[in-house]
């Protein structure tokens, strides 16, 4: 754990006590601060209370006594509208922040010996990829690295900080809401489409959430941006006009005067005063597609950003085993194998449309979730498809078609869609595809030979 440095002797509210409030309301006692905390749910307030922490009903509280309301990230800040908390905090001129923000005043308040280097990694897709990948070019490299934040602990929850450390932290649009005063020796923003925008309200406020990863950067900090997409590119010609540190632009789809690109699979490195062809990544383990690239330019950007050598930072990303649900097989029966890669649940604006260049690929969708209908519109005419309902039901009769065509088939979960109107999170939905795969497999085993098996490359979560 990292004691939070800033508040100490000075009154606290937390207010959202699930895993990160949780881990910043410890945080922040242990650096020395009064910690109050609430939450509207009695059980997650009974077991903070269990725990030791004074409840503090924030609602009835006098707020002209509190320094900082900590909020968990879930909490509406402005879309829909404030949450409750945000208005009183707001009335009272009380701070609002985020653990990340925590973690930031921690690193600023530390003698330089102890502070240590922060990767920040950001974008619509791809983020606990490009994360955990950076995580692993760095240890490869000999780098002691924590990796945390969206992806695996909150980043209070890492362990505590030395100078030689490097903290590669994946951050939401939520997140980053919530910070204002984080200074990432390295910031990246890996592409920007629609998304979350009913918390943002819009675009632009998503956007504008996205780009504060950049905030306090100077000499010697590198910003890293994909330009593949219009509202990168806008950031990446803002940014560069104000030119007080390193850019580095990144592309999949096209070469570069300077930054880095990769084409058809070959990365290189624009950045000095020749082109150099770094890494053939089409023969990487687990960086399958231009999207991955995108994400495997990032990783060397940031890597030599951090002053590993240009093999070095190529090296890992050829070792690099992927995450599991992003595009694992997670098992095979006969000619048919299942693969999980999130990409039913609800409709992410835009829908699938943006898709339609791949439906010749798709023999026959099966549909669950709320969007089954509007998926059903887009696809009709296109793809034959059918409404499944749920998970089980779709698999089996996925296979069952894949079987009876007696050809080599995949049954992909490809969702396109936030997973919450049926699962916890994405990787509860991905549990569900991984459990239906098997419950069949079990039923064809005593007949076939080809048992359903965890792919060897799908590593847990780091
Ligand atoms: P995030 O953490 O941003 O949700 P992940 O790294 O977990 O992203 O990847 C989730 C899915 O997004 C992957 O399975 C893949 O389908 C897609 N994806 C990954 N990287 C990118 C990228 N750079 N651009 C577009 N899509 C991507």
């Not at 005419?381 to 050809?407: F, I, L, N, Q, T």
């Amino acid at each position: 754990m990292i004691p939070v440095r800033g508040f100490e002797n000075q009154k606290i509210a937390v207010f959202g006590l699930a895993r990160s409030g949780l881990t910043a309301a410890r945080a922040l006692k242990a650096g020395g601060a009064e910690v109050v905390v609430w939450d509207e749910k009695l059980t997650a307030c009974e077991a903070a209370r269990a725990e030791g922490f004074a409840l503090e009903d924030l609602a009835s509280a006098d707020w002209s006594q509190l320094k900082g309301l900590v909020l968990s990230p879930g909490v509406p800040l402005t879309h829909p509208k404030p949450h409750w908390t945000v208005e009183k905090a707001r009335a009272a001129k009380v701070e609002i922040l985020g653990d990340v923000e925590l973690l930031a005043r921690t690193v600023a308040a530390a003698p330089t010996f102890k502070r240590p280097k922060i990767v920040a990694v950001t974008g619509s897709n791809g983020k606990s990829t490009t994360t955990a990948l950076i995580g692993h070019v760095c240890r490869q490299a000999g780098r002691d690295v924590r990796i945390g934040g969206n992806i695996g602990v909150g980043v209070l929850d890492l362990e505590d900080m030395h100078g030689g450390a490097i903290y590669v932290l994946e951050l939401s649009s939520y997140q980053l809401d919530l910070t204002s005063t984080l200074k990432a020796d390295v910031a990246i923003i890996l592409n920007i489409s629609p998304d979350h925008l009913e918390r943002h309200g819009g675009m632009e406020g998503y956007v504008a959430a996205k780009r504060r990863i950049l905030l306090n950067q100077g000499k010697g900090d590198t910003a890293v941006i994909g330009v593949d997409d219009t509202w990168c590119q806008q950031i990446c010609t803002e940014i560069t006009a104000a030119n007080r540190r390193t850019i580095v632009p990144i592309s999949a789809r096209r070469a570069m005067g300077r930054g880095v690109y990769a084409l058809q699979g070959v990365l290189y490195d624009a950045m000095g005063d020749r082109v150099v062809e770094v890494a053939d990544l089409a023969s990487a383990r687990s960086l399958p597609g231009r999207h991955n690239w995108q994400n495997a330019a990032a990783a060397y950007a940031a890597g030599r950003a951090l002053g590993l050598s240009p093999e070095d930072a190529a090296e890992g990303l050829m070792s690099f085993a992927g995450l599991a649900h992003r595009m694992e097989t997670v098992g095979a029966i006969g000619k048919v194998r299942f693969v999980n890669w999130i990409a039913g649940g609800q409709a992410k604006a835009g829908g699938i449309e943006e898709l339609a260049d791949l439906f010749g690929v798709v023999a026959k969708a099966y549909l669950i979730g709320e969007a089954a209908d509007a998926f059903a519109r887009t696809l009709e005419g296109k793809v034959p498809c059918v409404k499944s309902g749920v998970m089980e039901a779709a698999v089996r009769a996925a296979y069952a078609d894949a079987k009876a065509s007696g050809e080599e088939a995949i049954v992909l979960l490809s969702p396109a869609c936030a997973s919450f109107d049926q699962f916890t999170d994405f990787e509860d939905r991905g549990e569900a595809f991984r459990a239906a795969a098997q419950g069949l497999a079990q039923v064809a085993a005593p007949r076939s030979q080809g048992a359903v098996t965890r792919a060897a490359g799908g590593a847990g979560r780091a």
